[in-house]
Every structure is written in C-alpha cells, then in structure tokens.
C-alpha cells in the first residue's frame, strides 16, 4: 500500500481561475492540517494531473504570512500602520462608513467589487445580494472573458463547444492564444494523449516559446495582435486549394460565397508581412488543417487580450467552420462550456431585488473611477467606499498609478477581504482576514471543461478567518437588509437550492458522487442540429453592435471602444497599439508559471522557481540597445515606466517583449509593478481588458 493510500483524503475542487477548475484529491493529516494535492484520477477531465503550484497547496494554507485578525489602519494611507479589531468592531466600523458615505452621495457612492480569487459560486457571487439588496453601484465584470467571448459568440452564438476530452481523440491538436502547460495543464493531458495512441500532431500558436510551444510538432510564433491575419490567410488557402468543405458551409454558415471573396486579397504573403511568419509557415498550417477532418481548434484567453481580440476570435473559430470539421468527433472549435451549466443563482445574488435605474461602473476601469474620470462614473456620484473580496486590483488592474492614485484620496474607505497582505490590502482602511477553500462549504463549475464539482469544507480554518459568505451575512445585518430574501442561509442551503433548481440533487448528493457531468450529446455540442443563432447558422458576418453575449454590458453602458471599426468578415484589425518610432517595441504581460494572477506569489516554492521580474527581450534587440544577459532594463509608454532585469530570449519575434507573471508590486525596483503599462481604456464592442496589446519604449536603466 503506497503513502498516499494510507492518508485520509478529502476530496475538493481546485478554487482557482483556470478554466480547468481540476478535480482534487486532498491528505489530511489532522483536522487543521493538509499535505500534498492530487489531481483526481476518476475524474475523466481532471484525469489525475494537476499543476505543480496546487500540488503545493499546504504552502499557502499553513503560510506563516496568512492574515489571522481583523486590522484597521491606524496611520496613513500605505504605511503598514494597523492596529488589531475584533470581527464584531472592523465589521461595525466598515457598516458605519457605508452608512455614512451613503447619507452623503446616496447609494451608488458603495462598489462591492470583486472577480475570481475563488470560483466558488457561493464565495464569490454572494456579494451581489448584498449590493441589490442595498442599491450599491453594479459590478461590470469585464477584466477576463469579454473580448473572448464576444467573439466567440459572433461566430457561433452559443457559449459551447465540443467534449474537451475530444482532443484525446483528435488527428491534429490546435492550442491558439493559451499556454495550456502553465495555465490549464489537462489539455495538454487530453492532446498528449493523442499524440500518444493516434500519432495526432500538436500546433501552438502563440507570441513566444513557451513551455507549451516546446510540445509542439509545429509552432507559430507571431506577433501579437495578429492572430486574425493568420487566420484570414489559413482560410485563403483552404478555399484557394479546394480544401474548405463547401457542403457543410452552404448548409451550416450563413456567407461562404462572401468570405471567400473578401479573402481573395488576404493571401499568405499579406499575412506573413503582418504576423512575422514566413509564407512557408502558413501555407504548412493550412494544409495540415485543411487535410485533417479529425482537426480541434482549443482558442485560449491570451489571444483575445489586445483591442481586436473580439476580431481575432472570431476569424480564428471561422476556420473551423470553413474546414467543416464540426462534423467529427475530435473535431471542431472549443472555447469554453460556459453556457452549459444554466445554474439558478437567483436567490444567491438577490438578483430579483435589482434596480435597473443603478448605475454600472467597469471593473477593469477602477482607475478611472477611483480618479474620479466623468466617462467612468456614468453620471453619478464619485465612491467613497469599496468592499473588496476575491481580487487585488492595485496589483492586477490596467493603469496601476491610477489605480493607487484613488485608494490613497483621503475620502475613500475600503474595506479589503483577504488571505494575505496584498498590495492592495496594504492600502485599506480596515482589512478582514479570509478562509481557504478547504476551510469552507461551497460548489464550482468551470468552462475548461464540462463538470460541476463539490469543494465541502474539509478542515477547520485558524483561529481568525471568516469566509466570505460569513461577511457578506454579517454585513447585512448591520446594514438592515439581514431579512432580505437570501440573506440568513447557510452555504449549504445555497448549494442545496443552486442544485435543486437544476435537478442535480443536492449538497448531500453531491457530496457522495463529488461532481456532475453535464457535457451535452454530440449533436448539441458539435452543432449539428444547428448553431446558437436563429437561423442556425455560424456566422462570418459578425453583428458587432447587436449580437447578444453572457457579459454584454448593461444598455444603459452603451457600446465601447471604435465600433465602426470593426470588420464585416473575419479580418486583420490595427486597433491595437502598434508600435511607432517612439514606442518601438510591443509588449505582452503573460502568465507564469508557478503563479496564478496575484496569487501564489507569496509562498516560497514559487518565489523561488520564477526568481525576479524579467523581461524576454531578442538578443539582436538587446544588442541594438547595448543590454546583457541580466542587466536592468527600463519600459515605458504614457502611462509610466518600469524597471526589470532582462533575459535574452531568441523565442520572440524581434520588437516583441514578454514579462512573464504577475509580481507583487514592491518585486520591482520603484515598488510599482507591470501593470502601470497596460491600458484601462474600454476595447470595441463590450469591452474588456487588453492587457497583451502595449506599446513601450525600451532602455538600459539607469
């Protein structure tokens, strides 16, 4: 019998904002303590792997640093000045501040703001009852999915796709826009595997090469902001070669006649001059796809990051569509499953209790409203208090300095509900220590794949934290809306009424058969009765102003970004900030490895293995600049600059920069960190976050 048989396990689901939301197998030692993670072999998604940061997790539940007492500021702004409060005093003192900044600019003048630390519906989305509840401002969540799903939603008009675990049985393995191998390592589980007993191939198309491009049988590295022209060129062969399956476009699309002659002129040349790739690259794509039926396109996150991400999806699931390989099993475009779960939250978010007259303000633009910017506000009063769970915009919001800008005005109270002194915990008013998932009761879902998971509490938390759920009752008690409907209930009453409604049984239920497979039939999946628009057919002419979408902003929003700018076909787009003669480099900000957003960054193994806040440079560029291996190098654009230590990289394309990983801000030089870079500005049509799409200039630090 192995070590790992002999330990109780407790059996979770990974909390975290990967698509993947895995499956775990959890030791427990004792009744407050864990060992290592598992990834659950009986779970068919999660098949047994999981990433090494969440093997490690006893890191971060037994970290010495974990906030244990409630804090309140006791110098100024920043200052690392707290003094020690009983849960029933900073509770108090945070009511108190709402109540007071309300009488002052009415209701609006609170944000619950929040995103997905945890994705458990229960701790993360409770919030939202006690904002109806109280007529605070509405949320807009738009920093992850928008520009993604946006366009995904143009082309097929369902939030669907084909079984992820199809990829096991796939001829060839499309992984665009995501570097599966840091950020959801099951597919390359499920891609591998094909390889593995098929012989399938596996492309990677991304803007360097990373962990997941060393996989690969064939990869692309282009240059960001471009993936819609690779696209348009892929599609240019297939039509101009005979390989696109005109049978299946005249049944199932609604203008192949007209995308085959908008893309007379978008031949691969035209495409190698945009992207970086050579001709050869993109006629050896195309052909693969082209003569592969069994082909299945994964379309990540990463490529939708720049302000024609919404343009850029949309061309890439077109080829799809064009090579029909919907029609196979293994075959297809995915992107995420969201749409399948259909989970009544109504009671959870108090959403009947909602005000359609409340404004809405953009989360990926706390910037611009903390600073008070009038197209921020939509007319209404500046905010004066924030309660905040489950995120850490001063760290991982665009446009940094405006963000620290507005916590450090004098007559702003927050009040920040965390694990660990985040950078922006370090900048409240009153900071109230947080549970881990093992710690407390809730349920997930995740549209990586296609399960709903149960994560029961599995231990008991320190002496000190409390969970969200535990705030947001405590709250509104004191903020007199505790006999509200949703208010006054358990987490497992939630779950059990979230699963009930559904007919998926119940917290009990679920906690025997510890997930639930809800991946529809074939023909559902892979759209063969038709797609998600009326007329059932994919659409390469996009309706960029009309077409509906899960995180379409409220009308009373409007549209965002250059709208007329968008294209009638799928097509290459410069809305995004190319580089000029002032701002020769373009750089992306994409994920590390043993970091997950903000999170992780705290715990030793992780540290250790990223090391500092580096910038991928070519070795050409740095010798144009006169920069080694390691010297201190300074960016900047308007917005402000920052300084890393390079790291000469022949993977990127030259005028291309990469710095890898969410540091904490006081990881950089001036404690400001990447993020003063990127932009807050509201990317065409819904919105979003372009946090990939940056144009900098480049300099040895002085």
């Not at 009488?103 to 904002?131: C, F, H, N």
């Not at 997941?212 to 471009?226: C, E, F, R, Y």
């Not at 905010?383 to 300095?401: D, F, G, H, M």
């Amino acid at each position: 019998m192995n070590q790992h048989a002999k330990l109780r396990i407790g059996h979770s689901a990974c909390p975290h904002d990967c698509p993947s939301t895995c499956a775990l197998e959890v030791e427990l030692l004792d009744s407050k303590r864990i060992g290592r993670v598992h990834g659950a072999k009986a779970n068919s998604y999660t098949s047994g792997v999981i990433c090494a940061k969440v093997a490690r997790y006893a890191d971060r539940v037994h970290h010495p640093d974990r906030l244990l007492k409630p804090l309140i500021r006791a110098g100024a702004k920043g200052d690392g000045t707290w003094k020690e409060a009983s849960w029933e005093a900073a509770l108090d003192l945070v009511a108190e501040k709402f109540i007071e900044a309300e009488a002052k600019y009415g209701s609006e003048t609170v944000w619950p703001y929040y995103y997905a630390g945890t994705m458990g519906l229960v701790q993360r989305d409770g919030i939202e009852r006690l904002r109806h509840a109280k007529k605070y401002s509405g949320f807009f969540g738009s920093i992850c999915t928008n520009l993604a799903w946006t366009g995904w939603m143009m082309g097929a008009g369902a939030l669907r796709g084909p079984d992820p675990r199809e990829m096991a049985k796939s001829d060839c393995v499309v992984v665009w826009g995501t570097n599966a191998v840091v950020t959801q390592v099951n597919v390359m589980t499920h891609a591998i595997k094909a390889r593995k007993e098929r012989g399938a191939k596996i492309v990677v198309i991304d803007v360097y090469e990373n962990a997941t491009m060393k996989q690969a049988d064939l990869g692309l590295v282009l240059k960001p902001g471009t993936d819609g022209a690779l696209a348009c060129a892929v599609m240019h062969v297939l039509f101009r070669d005979g390989m696109a399956d005109r049978a299946y476009l005249e049944k199932y699309t609604d203008d192949p006649h007209g995308l085959e002659a908008h893309l007379q002129t978008r031949t691969p040349q035209w495409a190698a001059d945009i992207t970086g790739l050579s001709v050869e690259e993109i006629e050896a794509f195309a052909r693969l796809v082209g003569t592969t039926k069994k082909t299945y396109f994964r379309l990540g996150y990463g490529f939708s990051r720049q302000r024609n991400g919404s343009v850029n999806m949309h061309a890439a699931a077109s080829i799809a569509a064009v090579t029909g390989c919907w029609q196979y099993e293994g075959g297809g475009a995915f992107h995420s499953n969201s749409g399948i779960f259909k989970l009544n939250q109504e009671l959870l978010e108090g959403t009947r209790m909602r005000d359609p007259a409340i404004r809405h303000l953009d989360h990926s633009r706390i910037g611009p409203v903390l600073t008070g910017a009038a197209d921020a506000l939509y007319g209404g009063p500046p905010v004066t208090a924030l309660l905040i769970q489950n995120t850490n915009p001063v760290n991982v919001a665009p446009e940094q300095r405006l963000v620290k800008q507005g916590f450090l005005r004098d007559d702003l109270f927050s009040c920040v509900h965390e694990q660990f002194m985040t950078d922006t915990a370090k900048l409240a008013d009153v900071v109230l220590p947080a549970t881990m998932f093992l710690e407390h009761d809730d349920v997930y879902k995740g549209g990586g794949n296609q399960h709903i998971t149960l994560g029961p509490k599995l231990i008991d938390p320190p002496e000190g934290p409390r969970s969200n759920h535990f705030v947001i009752e405590e709250l509104g008690k004191r903020l007199g809306v505790g006999d509200k409907p949703g208010f006054g209930m358990t987490e497992q009453q939630h779950i059990d009424i979230i699963l009930g409604k559904r007919g998926l049984g119940s917290f009990s239920s679920l906690k025997e058969e510890k997930w639930v497979d809800l991946q529809p039939d074939f023909e559902a999946a892979h759209f063969i009765n038709g797609f998600g628009h009326a007329d059932g057919r994919f659409r390469f002419r996009a309706d960029w102003t009309g077409q509906a979408a899960p995180n379409r902003p409220p009308r009373s929003m409007g549209l965002f970004g250059p709208v007329a700018s968008l294209p009638e076909f799928p097509d290459h787009v410069d809305l995004i900030e190319v580089a000029d003669a002032a701002h020769p480099f373009r750089l992306t900000t994409s994920p590390a490895r043993n970091f997950l957003n903000s999170t992780f960054s705290e715990t030793p193994v992780s540290k250790a293995k990223e090391g500092r806040p580096e910038l991928l440079l070519h070795p050409d560029d740095a010798a144009a600049y006169g920069l080694a291996n390691g010297d201190r190098v300074e960016i900047g654009n308007a917005r402000g600059e920052v300084v890393l230590h390079a790291r000469l990289f022949d993977g990127v394309k030259r005028g291309v920069v990469v710095a890898e990983g969410i540091w904490p801000n006081s990881a950089h030089e001036r404690g400001e960190g990447i993020n003063v870079l990127t932009g807050a500005d509201a990317p065409a049509p819904y919105g979003g976050a372009a946090f990939h799409d940056n144009k900098v200039w480049l300099r040895a630090a002085k």
